[in-house]
């Protein structure tokens, strides 16, 4: 079974729209990390936020927005006003406090039309 | 303070030969971890590896594929007797804790082999 699920294969919107990307995780762990990564057209892994399990307060970075809860097992992001810049790849990864491994999703592609 | 380095960022290899991928991680960090990225698909996990130590290397296909990291240099990526299907980005990770409780990867720019 997946550890990681971003449902979303691609997501296109209009530039100055808002976007959720989704990401919904499964572990039996009580102590694991999340975490989003961008990759732009030039194919580099940008790391964007963690949050551990135990957080789950919701984080705001600039235009960028994580919502994390533990209910639904999901840990979505939210880029406000969206710009061009913003045309990405956006991976969704867990990390358990037992484990070695980074379990990425599939990824959502994002692009953002001018 | 230099980040993960790749090297080469680009590989032709005709089928038979062998690849060989090399990753610095950044100053100070003693894991590294080796990730595949087939066109159009999420990172697959190959191995986890600590300074002469093959910790995880349970996404690793069973043939042809082997990793180190001396204690002195880069960690290597082996690929012998290449194949079309090898072709892909391979990313290397590097983190500084063991166990990587916590420690977000922080990544190189990839080596994207091609194999004619």
């Not at chain 1, 949050?51 to 097992?73: A, H, L, M, P, V």
């Not at chain 2, 590896?49 to 996404?59: P, T």
């Not at chain 2, 069973?62 to 960690?75: C, D, L, N, V």
Request: charged share 20%; glycine share 6%.
């Amino acid at each position: 079974a997946q550890k990681v699920t971003q449902a979303q294969t691609e997501i296109s919107v209009v530039e100055k729209e808002d976007v959720t990307l989704d990401c919904v995780y499964e572990t039996r762990d009580t102590t694991y990390y999340l975490f989003w990564y961008k990759q732009p057209p030039s194919g580099e892994l940008v790391f964007l936020i963690r949050r551990n399990s135990f957080d789950e307060q919701n984080e705001i970075s600039g235009r960028y927005s994580w919502n994390f809860q533990k209910s639904t097992s999901s840990f979505n992001f939210t880029i406000t006003a969206s710009q061009v810049v913003d045309s990405a790849v956006y991976f969704c990864a867990l990390s358990e406090a037992t484990g070695n491994q980074f379990y990425f999703g599939t990824g959502t592609s994002l692009t953002v039309i001018p | 303070n230099a980040g993960v380095m790749q090297n080469p960022r680009h590989l032709v290899r005709r089928r038979g030969q062998e690849a060989r991928l090399r990753c610095s991680p950044m100053k100070g960090h003693s894991h590294v971890y080796w990730y595949r990225q087939l066109p159009e698909e999420g990172l697959k996990f190959m191995v986890y590896l600590q300074k002469e130590n093959i910790i995880d290397e349970s996404g690793m296909p069973k043939e042809r594929f082997s990793a180190e990291f001396p204690k002195e240099g880069p960690s290597i990526l082996r690929i012998q007797q290449v194949v079309r299907g090898d072709s892909a980005a391979y990313f290397c990770a590097s983190s500084p804790q063991a166990g990587v409780v916590g420690s977000p990867l922080h990544f190189g720019n990839g080596t994207r082999l091609t194999v004619t």
